[in-house]
Nanobody, 126 residues
Framework: QVQLVESGGGLVHTGDSLTLSCAAS????????RAWFRQAPGKDREREYV??????????EYADSVKGRFTISRDRAQNILYLQMDNLKPEDTAVYYC?????????????????WGQGTQVTVSS
């Protein structure tokens, strides 16, 4: 089992930038991909994929809603995943979750995630 701990959330204004970090520990040897998901306010809102990285190759993919504004990166030696968020918008307001998958090389479906972080709140005011 992998333990994931996010940090870096906060309250920012429209157009600001923010960087999230996710430190991993435990059984990380069989990780295929690591990703960021988010869940917007509202009890019926689903957890949606934001960005994913193939942990072996470093290849990345992004949701259309964040493409060109968010950048996923890593410090592989330290097992840390980052999400650089630029030009933030109020619709980016959500709890952001770090995730890891051992069954999918580009895990975009929550069903393919085996480990979740506790989440970090990002609030963008207009």
């Amino acid at each position: 089992q992998v333990q994931l701990v996010e940090s870096g959330g906060g309250l920012v204004h429209t157009g600001d930038s923010l960087t999230l970090s996710c430190a991993a520990s435990g059984s990380t040897w069989n990780t295929l991909s690591r990703a960021w998901f988010r869940q917007a306010p509202g009890k019926d809102r689903e957890r949606e994929y934001v960005a994913v990285m193939h942990w072996i190759t470093g290849s990345t993919e992004y949701a259309d809603s964040v493409k060109g504004r968010f950048t996923i990166s890593r410090d592989r030696a330290q097992n840390i995943l980052y999400l650089q968020m630029d030009n933030l918008k109020p619709e980016d307001t959500a709890v952001y979750y770090c995730a890891a998958s051992t069954i999918s090389a580009f895990a975009k479906d929550p069903e393919h995630i085996g480990s979740w972080g506790q989440g970090t709140q990002v609030t963008v005011s207009s």
